[in-house]
C-alpha cells in the first residue's frame, strides 16, 4: 500500500502539521521599543540600589547615638510641599511627552520648563532643610540614623539633579534639530526617569518618614508613660 500524499494549495509535505500554522511575523521591534525596554533594565537596577539604602535606613532608624531622632528633626509638611512638587512634575513631564508624540514644540518646550521648575523647587526645599540640619547639629556624621538619611535623601536629590539637566538638553536638542527619532526616544528614556524618580520619593516620603516616624512618636510616648521598658523599645525601634 502506498503513502498518500495530500496537498493543499501553497503547503510543503515535507513540514510537519504542527509548522503549518506557523505566523509569520514582521521582524524585529522598532528602536524605540527597544531603546524604551533597554532602559527599563536599567531603572530596575536603580531600584536595586535604592531598595538597599531602603533598607539600611529602616535598620538604623533606632541608632541615634543619643542624638534627636526623625520626629525631633523632620518637618512633614515640607515633605507633604516636595511630594506636591513631584507628583505637579510628573503630570508636566507627561503633557510633554504628549507634545512630543504630536511633534508640537510650542508646547513641548512649555510643559518641560514648568517641570524643570517643579524639580528646582523640590531641590531648593530639600538644600534648605539639609543646610538646617547641619546647622543644629544633626549632620550626616552625627549618627548612623542620620548618616543612612543623608545618604537615601541625597541620592534621590542627586538623580534629580541629573533628570533637571538632562530635562534641559532634551529642550536645546528639540530647539536645534526638531523632533527626529533619535531624539524622541531620549525623550521617552526621560520620561520613565523622570516618573520612576517620583515613585521612588513616594516610597520615600508615605513608606518611610510618615510611618516610621509615627511609630516612633508612638514608642516615644510609651517610654514617657512607663509603660513598656526603654531597652525592649530600642530593640522595637531597631
Known sequence: MSDTVLAYPG???????????????????????????????????????????????????GQTAGGPSGHDLFDLRNVAIETGFLLASSFTCGLASIAADNRTAFWFQIAMAVTCALGLGFLAIEGREFASLVARGAGPTRSAFLSAFFTLVGCHG?????????????????????????????????????????????????GLLIVLL?????LWIMANQNMMPMDQIMQMQQ
Open 11 to 61: 503547503s510543503d509535505p515535507r513540514r510537519l502539521p504542527s509548522m503549518a500554522g506557523t505566523v509569520e511575523h514582521a521582524g524585529p521591534a522598532s528602536k524605540r521599543i527597544v531603546t524604551g525596554y533597554g532602559f527599563w533594565i536599567f531603572i530596575l537596577s536603580d531600584m536595586v540600589m535604592f531598595s538597599a539604602f531602603f533598607a539600611t535606613y529602616a535598620v538604623l532608624l
Open 158 to 206: 542627586l538623580h534629580v539633579s541629573a533628570g533637571i539637566l538632562w530635562l534641559l538638553t532634551m529642550m536645546a536638542q528639540i530647539f536645534t534639530k526638531g523632533f527626529r527619532a533619535d531624539i524622541q526616544r531620549r525623550i521617552l528614556c526621560f520620561a520613565l526617569f523622570w516618573h520612576a524618580l517620583d515613585i521612588i520619593w513616594m516610597e520615600l516620603a508615605f
Open 214 to 218: 509615627i511609630m516612633g512618636r508612638s
